[in-house]
T-cell receptor
Framework: EPEVTQTPSHQVTQMGQEVILRCVPISNHLYFYWYRQILGQKVEFLVSFYNNEISEKSEIFDDQFSVERPDGSNFTLKIRSTKLEDSAMYFC??????????FGPGTRLTVL | AQSVAQPEDQVNVAEGNPLTVKCTYSVSGNPYLFWYVQYPNRGLQFLLKYITGDNLVKGSYGFEAEFNKSQTSFHLKKPSALVSDSALYFCAVRVLSYNTDKLIFGTGTRLQVFP
């Protein structure tokens, strides 16, 4: 069964460094999303992406964040200058129709 | 504002007993409702959804959920709990408009099934 994959599973970085989180959505899906979950808290929407552009972004998704679909298969989330409060689990999701979102296993980001 | 509430942080149930995990929602328009499960150190796994039609929705692993429009609820149920059902359960609602398409999640309910 096709699934969303994410790499790396765990990323440790120093405050102020740039990180890129990678996702490979399910191949025939058209809608892509990033969510995050701070430890022990609920899952929060970051950004949605369709037709090679951002559909919507939350207030969390400030100028430090960006997304790309560079090659038609990968979907990346970049954080330019990480802060301590960016430490969280980041989930990528994809959807064919927009109804049902399939989530990847997540990348745990730890900012020191 | 669109929102989802899961009033219980934790639900404890004995194996073999029925379980219910509660969810209420507040949305404008028709709700698209979902349940996801998260096992330790794993991602979110889709369990079931309500889009339209029959109010009783059947999903994976023997779970079902009942959509109740008058009570704005979408409680997750299973007739006979298993120890392996122990996990974190999230209710979510899809918010859709001309410039919005996202899931809003509840705070999660930890289900503990005791042998």
């Amino acid at each position: 069964e096709p699934e969303v994959t994410q790499t790396p599973s765990h990323q440790v970085t120093q405050m102020g460094q740039e990180v890129i989180l990678r996702c490979v959505p399910i191949s025939n899906h058209l809608y892509f999303y990033w969510y995050r979950q701070i430890l022990g808290q609920k899952v929060e929407f970051l950004v949605s992406f369709y037709n090679n552009e951002i559909s919507e972004k939350s207030e969390i998704f400030d100028d430090q964040f960006s997304v790309e679909r560079p090659d038609g298969s990968n979907f990346t989330l970049k954080i330019r200058s990480t802060k301590l409060e960016d430490s969280a689990m980041y989930f990528c999701a994809s959807s064919q129709t927009g109804y049902e979102q399939f989530f990847g296993p997540g990348t745990r980001l730890t900012v020191l | 504002a669109q929102s989802v509430a899961q009033p219980e942080d934790q639900v404890n149930v004995a194996e073999g007993n029925p379980l219910t995990v509660k969810c209420t929602y507040s949305v404008s328009g028709n709700p698209y409702l979902f349940w996801y499960v998260q096992y330790p150190n794993r991602g979110l796994q889709f369990l079931l959804k309500y889009i339209t039609g029959d109010n009783l929705v059947k999903g994976s692993y023997g779970f079902e959920a009942e959509f109740n429009k008058s009570q704005t609820s979408f409680h997750l149920k299973k007739p006979s709990a298993l120890v392996s059902d122990s996990a974190l359960y999230f209710c979510a609602v899809r918010v859709l408009s001309y410039n919005t398409d996202k899931l809003i999640f509840g705070t999660g309910t930890r289900l503990q099934v005791f042998p």
